[in-house]
């Protein structure tokens, strides 16, 4: 969490977690909804992870933001742009595999 408080329900009860807690897991898709809400961003994980998008500037990262339909005109962080676009990346990856799979009749 960056911003805000998060209700993390443990053990039947609900636990604040704000930009001070420890670090939490939820599930994949509202952990990307935070993120692209602005107010979490992804624990921080080996620089490899975003290797792609290190040696890119902020107009480049912006750019490559807006190409996953997310608006990163506001956030002054690369760190936050690029867990947006990670975000929006699992976001978009989720949504091709339910598309994908076989409906059935």
Do not use: C, Q
């Given at each position: 969490?960056?911003?805000?408080?998060?209700?993390?329900?443990?053990?039947?009860?609900?636990e604040?977690?704000?930009?001070?807690?420890?670090?939490f897991?939820?599930?994949?898709?509202?952990?990307?909804?935070?993120?692209?809400?602005?107010?979490?961003?992804?624990?921080a994980?080996?620089?490899?992870?975003?290797?792609?998008?290190?040696?890119?500037?902020?107009?480049?990262?912006?750019?490559?933001?807006?190409?996953?339909?997310?608006?990163?005109?506001?956030?002054?962080?690369?760190?936050?742009?690029?867990?947006?676009?990670e975000?929006a990346?699992?976001?978009?990856?989720?949504?091709?595999k339910?598309?994908?799979?076989?409906?059935?009749?």
């Amino acid at each position: 969490m960056i911003k805000g408080t998060y209700g993390l329900v443990k053990n039947g009860t609900v636990e604040p977690m704000t930009k001070h807690s420890p670090a939490f897991s939820i599930n994949a898709a509202r952990e990307a909804e935070l993120v692209e809400a602005g107010v979490a961003v992804y624990e921080a994980e080996p620089e490899s992870t975003f290797s792609e998008y290190n040696g890119l500037n902020m107009t480049e990262l912006r750019e490559a933001a807006s190409a996953y339909g997310v608006d990163a005109s506001a956030v002054r962080s690369k760190k936050e742009v690029i867990a947006l676009i990670e975000a929006a990346k699992v976001k978009a990856d989720s949504s091709a595999k339910i598309e994908a799979e076989p409906s059935e009749a």
